[in-house]
């Protein structure tokens, strides 16, 4: 089935760090979204991309859609202690097909 | 109040069991999802339903059924339940293709 090679699977970084965190695909998606699941939670979206070469930020976050349609990356800037958690991607191919296909996701955790 | 529920957070039970998880939601969503999260997996889709009358199979629907009672309640069963069902469930909902919004997770572990 469709699968999403999400890299690096792990991150220990220190406070103040940027990070950056990306996903590829063997297939075009039409919509990326990047999702960070605390533990205990469901996972919550972050930024959502819905355009080739789309790049939108939130906050220190920002994400941007790959040309080819086929990758998308995430960075986080001046990470802090409450960015810990698992960061998901996921790709969408659009009109009829509704599903959601998940990166296996990056655990990120920030030294104080 | 959160918009997406899930009850019970937590569940221990035996092999063989039957086991409902339940999902609610106030969103007012059309679509409602089931996915299984296992460790080092991410997750994987199991039902969805896109309307109360509609019901259909994910990637690993095996070993599991559905039931959406209304627009705001899509429950998840286990027949019979084995430990390689021992996971983490989260419910999501969608209005038609938009983003999906996830419940706060189902801890399930089967012995």
């Known amino acids: 089935g469709q699968q999403l090679n999400q890299s690096p699977q792990s991150m220990f970084i220190q406070e103040g760090e940027d990070v950056s965190m990306n996903c590829t695909s063997s297939s075009i998606f039409n919509t990326w979204l990047w999702y960070k699941q605390e533990p205990g939670e469901g996972p919550v979206l972050l930024i959502a991309?819905?355009?080739?070469?789309e790049l939108t930020s939130n906050g220190r976050l920002t994400a941007q859609f790959g040309i080819t349609r086929k990758d998308s990356f995430l960075n986080i800037s001046a990470s802090i202690p409450s960015d810990v958690g698992i960061y998901f991607c996921a790709g969408q191919r659009g009109g009829s097909n509704y599903k959601l296909t998940f990166g296996k996701g990056t655990l990120l955790t920030v030294n104080p | 109040d959160a918009d997406v529920t899930q009850t019970p957070r937590n569940r221990i039970t035996k092999t063989g069991k039957r086991i409902m998880l339940e999902c609610s939601q106030t969103k007012g969503h059309d679509r409602m999802y089931w996915y299984r999260q296992d460790p080092g997996l991410g997750l994987r889709l199991i039902y969805y339903?896109?309307?109360?009358?509609?019901?259909n199979k994910g990637e690993i629907s095996d070993g599991y059924s559905v039931s959406r009672q209304a627009q705001a309640k899509f429950s998840l069963s286990l027949e019979s339940a084995i430990p390689n069902q021992t996971a983490l469930y989260f419910c999501a909902t969608s209005e038609g293709h938009d983003t999906q919004y996830f419940g706060p997770g189902t801890r399930l572990t089967v012995l």
């Open positions: 991309l819905y355009k080739a070469g």
């Open positions: 339903s896109f309307d109360v009358k509609d019901i």
